[in-house]
């Protein structure tokens, strides 16, 4: 079985194109799972994409990600999720699992809802503003920078 990158996507990504180009852009969900499988293959890596409007999806994906051996990290745009859910933050610390959040966008510089993140805490690299190429950087990152899992969260009170 390979190493393999898992790429997640949140809401509304899968609208890539043409939802707000003018913020996120004309490239696709498929161009950014190209560019992906792309870097990631240049490493002799998988990549394992999905993409949900579901938050329990993506928490199931993370903790099937952190559960994997052969995963080395994943790369998340959780959409409006990175600014509410403390579920997808905490899938992130119990697994330990390597994670890089990715906004196409720079949520700093747009509504003050957006200014504060849930995953940044347990993430190991943040890429934003960078269009699509924020996809690519985060997966060299993981393909290129040895690291352990993170800590998992020895707090048995969750």
Do not use: W
């Not at 990600?65 to 509410?84: F, I, K, Q, R, S």
């Amino acid at each position: 079985m390979a190493r393999r990158i898992v790429v997640l996507n949140g809401p509304n990504l899968n609208l890539l194109g043409t939802r707000e180009p003018h913020i996120y852009g004309t490239a696709t969900l498929a161009d950014v799972e190209e560019l992906c499988a792309g870097r990631a293959a240049a490493h002799g890596l998988e990549v394992s994409c999905r993409q949900s409007n579901h938050e329990g999806e993506l928490v199931d994906a993370l903790q099937e990600a952190g559960a994997d051996p052969e995963c080395v990290g994943a790369v998340l745009n959780a959409g409006a999720y990175t600014h509410t859910s403390i579920a997808l933050h905490d899938a992130v610390k119990a697994t330990g699992l390597r994670l890089v959040e990715v906004h196409l966008s720079n949520p700093h510089a747009r509504e003050p809802f957006r200014h504060t993140s849930f995953l940044s805490p347990v993430a190991e690299m943040v890429v934003a503003g960078a269009g699509i190429d924020g996809y690519g950087y985060a997966v060299e990152h993981l393909a290129t920078t040895p690291g352990p899992r993170a800590e998992s969260s020895a707090d048995p009170r969750g």
